[in-house]
């Protein structure tokens, strides 16, 4: 069974500092997808990023960047130069690569609601 | 423009009676999704749907309901049977595909059942 963990409940942090939100995943698939979205109060989740388990790449985007290691089954989320507006809740995600009658959906973690403070 | 549609934000009923939450997508997405999410917690799958007419149980599908007559509607009921049904549901739609492809989400709608 697939699992995703986000050890961090709450994290608050003064604006413009770096903060970075964790999250280990288990599958027993050695083809799957990771997935961070982002839930602000409104309450709709917006997708911030995909990422293939076959591509360890980080990535960036613009002050957000995310870090893939396989050998640690962690995908984390940093946000450099923290804004007011980035406080939300975050949540990662998982999804296997579906075979024939395989199940689909996504995995979430509990998510981390983070706080950036003026 | 696209996207998906829920309604209403937010809904009240009693116990004991059935209430049915509405999901459309003008994305042409084949594959649709309804999640539960209570405080503090992440999402669970209750349904999916990856065509026109067939669907299947998520991880917590006791006590729903759906069908899936048209591509663009995927609708939920929560029937008296659900125990604690008061929570916030959103819904989910995906490109077809083998599940690489993000979802992208509804704005939701609140439940509360008193």
């Known amino acids: 069974a697939q699992k995703v963990t986000q050890a961090q409940t709450e994290i608050s942090v003064v604006e413009k500092e770096d903060v970075t939100l964790d999250c280990v995943y288990e599958t027993r698939d050695t083809t799957y997808y990771l997935f961070w979205y982002k839930q602000p109060p409104s309450g709709e989740l917006v997708f911030l990023i995909r990422r293939n388990s076959f ?60 706080i950036i403070q003026p | 423009d696209g996207g998906i549609t829920q309604s209403p934000k937010y809904l009240f009923r009693k116990e004991g009676q059935n209430v049915t939450l509405s999901c459309e997508q003008n994305l042409n997405h084949d594959a649709m999704y309804w999640y539960r999410q209570d405080p503090g917690q992440g999402l669970r799958l209750i349904y999916y749907s990856q065509i026109v007419n067939d ?8 006590g729903y309901s759906v069908s899936r007559e048209k591509k ?23 490109a077809s595909g083998d599940g690489s492809y993000e979802q992208y989400f509804g704005p939701g709608t609140r439940l509360t059942v008193t």
Not at chain 1, 70 to 96: G, H, P, R, W
Not at chain 2, 72 to 93: D, G, M, R, W
Request: aromatic share 14%; charged share 15%.
């Open chain 1, 55 to 114: 591509d360890e790449q980080n990535e960036i985007s613009g002050r957000y960047s995310w870090n893939f290691q396989k050998s640690t089954s962690s995908f984390n989320f940093t946000i450099t130069a923290s804004q007011v507006v980035d406080s939300a809740v975050y949540f990662c995600a998982l999804s296997e690569a579906l075979g024939v009658g395989g199940a689909d959906g996504l995995t979430f973690g509990k998510g981390t609601h983070l």
């Open chain 2, 55 to 62: 669907f299947q149980k998520g991880d917590i599908a006791e």
């Open chain 2, 72 to 94: 663009e509607s995927f609708p939920l009921t929560v029937t008296s049977a659900q125990k604690n049904p008061t929570a916030f549901y959103l819904c989910a739609s995906r």
